[in-house]
């Protein structure tokens, strides 16, 4: 029972460089969502997207894009990397009602330098 | 702006004492939840709280709803060291009427002592 998967755990990159943090789940959740975290931050919405072909943007989507082609796949990308990008990325998923819990991926450590 | 401010940000305590975690709003939300998280992990969902004034327990953690659904609290007595970890509370927005959209607070980092 997998779950949420996210690749890959650790990741460093040079500024202006890309690349596409990948997010699977196998629980035939509808929502899908990306996070960063941050020290002393809690967890920022980046998007999210409530079913395949269907995206908007959270509280922190700048420098970021995503798409959502099935139900099962969420990948997150970066197209001009920065240092303020430095952080822990979570993927979550849940299902499409109210009061549901999220579940979530072990996190990409991502370092822009 | 934080819409969910959580205190305190660092808790270290002994073995065996009471502590109380606040997450506070000026917003209503339509539920609360309490994730903890270990490092090199995701946060995993401890309890789900819905109602305004709800009380729920888990063994030695009592999480409570605020009446008007903009605070909740946790509890824990007699902590133990296995108790150490980051405590997210996350208050929940509707998302076309079918789903929710969280608000996570900061976050509150408790060391247990042995």
């Known amino acids: 029972n997998a779950g949420v998967t996210q690749t890959p755990k650790f990741r460093i990159l040079k500024i202006g460089q890309s690349m596409t943090l990948q997010c699977t789940q196998d629980?035939?959740?509808?929502?899908m969502y990306w996070y960063r975290q941050d020290p002393g931050m809690g967890l920022k919405l980046i998007y999210y997207?409530?079913?395949?072909?269907?995206?908007d943007k959270g509280e922190v989507p700048n420098g970021y894009n995503v798409s959502r082609s099935t139900t099962e796949d969420f990948p997150l990308r970066l197209e001009l990397a920065a240092p303020s990008q430095t952080s822990v990325y979570f993927c979550?998923?849940?299902?499409?009602?109210?009061?549901?819990?999220?579940?979530f991926g072990d996190g990409t450590r991502l370092s822009i330098l | 702006t934080q819409l969910l401010e959580q205190s305190p940000q660092f808790l270290s305590i002994q073995e065996g004492e009471n502590l109380t975690v606040y997450c506070n709003s000026s917003?209503?939300?339509?539920?609360l939840q309490w994730y903890r998280q270990e490092p090199g992990e995701g946060p995993v969902l401890l309890v789900t709280?819905?109602?305004?004034?709800e009380v729920k327990k888990l063994k030695r953690l009592t999480f409570q709803f605020g009446d008007a659904r903009k605070d909740s609290s946790l509890h824990i007595t007699a902590a133990q060291p296995g108790d150490t970890g980051l405590y997210l509370c996350?208050?929940?927005?509707?998302?076309?009427?079918?789903?929710?959209?969280?608000?996570f607070g900061q976050g509150t980092e408790l060391s247990v002592k042995p």
């Open positions: 979550a998923s849940s299902y499409h009602r109210s009061n549901q819990p999220q579940h």
């Open positions: 629980m035939n959740h509808n929502y």
């Open positions: 997207s409530v079913g395949a072909g269907i995206t």
């Open positions: 917003s209503v939300f339509s539920s």
């Open positions: 709280v819905v109602t305004g004034g």
């Open positions: 996350a208050g929940e927005r509707e998302l076309y009427n079918q789903g929710g959209k969280l608000i």
